[in-house]
């Protein structure tokens, strides 16, 4: 798990507010992805980008989530509008290129909406 | 989906090795097997990957069956801290990369 920082660690929003969360990949890395885990329950992948650019987003949702990977700064993964069934632990995980390498994750954001 | 199929859980007695199984028979030659586990709600921590040959590192070895349709971790000497959900995943090794899908995994008891 070193190196991959996310933050907030824990996230409190209100219903129909903005979520953003951060995800720093361990330096050199130019791949990340992102993943949720709804509680008792497993990691589910949500999108995948190389820098600027989306590779896989097919477990994202079609509304309110948005992910990024800017050439520059963290990826931010972004959740509109947020409702209760946001609520879940939020992964993050880089690597250094897609083939053949191990990834990492960082230890997530807690995420709840009230 | 996850190609994987694993135990949903297994107990251990500390200090004695834990043998996690795999199955994960429609793997293709160009797949490589990773382990992953997560220990209570922090993220996965990565264990070892192989692709036919066993591994070993400071943490588990990886067994590969000849015909790759099955695999086994092996914890050497299991501590209570090693209590956890382990995570069996393929992944294919190509150039453009693919995320890592997550099955239920094994719930990993180690007893006192």
């Known amino acids: 798990n070193a190196g991959v920082m996310q933050n907030p660690r824990h996230l409190v929003r209100r219903r129909g507010q903005e979520a953003r969360l951060r995800c720093s990949p361990v330096k050199g890395h130019s791949h990340v992805y992102w993943y949720r885990q709804l509680p008792e329950e497993g990691l589910k992948f949500m999108v995948y980008?190389?820098?600027?650019?989306?590779?896989?987003e097919s477990g994202m949702p079609k509304e309110r989530f948005s992910a990024e990977f800017p050439k520059e700064g963290p990826s931010i993964l972004r959740i509109q509008q947020v409702v209760r069934g946001d609520s879940a632990a939020y992964f993050c995980?880089?690597?250094?290129?897609?083939?053949?390498?191990?990834?990492?994750f960082g230890q997530g954001t807690r995420l709840t909406v009230v | 989906d996850a190609k994987t199929t694993q135990p949903p859980s297994m107990d251990c007695a500390e200090g004695r090795a834990a043998n996690l199984p795999c199955n994960h028979s429609t793997i293709s030659g160009n797949e490589y097997v990773y382990w992953y586990r997560q220990i209570h709600s922090q993220g996965p921590q990565y264990i070892i990957h192989g692709l036919k040959n066993n591994e070993t590192n400071e943490m588990a070895s990886l067994i590969i069956t000849e015909d790759r349709k099955s695999s086994t971790l092996i914890l050497p000497h299991a501590t209570l801290r090693d209590t956890a959900v382990y995570y069996c995943?393929?992944?294919?090794?190509?150039?453009?990369?693919?995320?890592?899908?997550f099955g239920p995994g094994t719930r990993l008891s180690v007893l006192p």
């Open positions: 980008l190389q820098k600027e650019n989306i590779i896989d």
């Open positions: 995943i393929v992944r294919p090794w190509d150039n453009y990369g693919q995320n890592f899908v």
């Open positions: 995980a880089s690597s250094p290129q897609g083939a053949s390498t191990e990834a990492f």
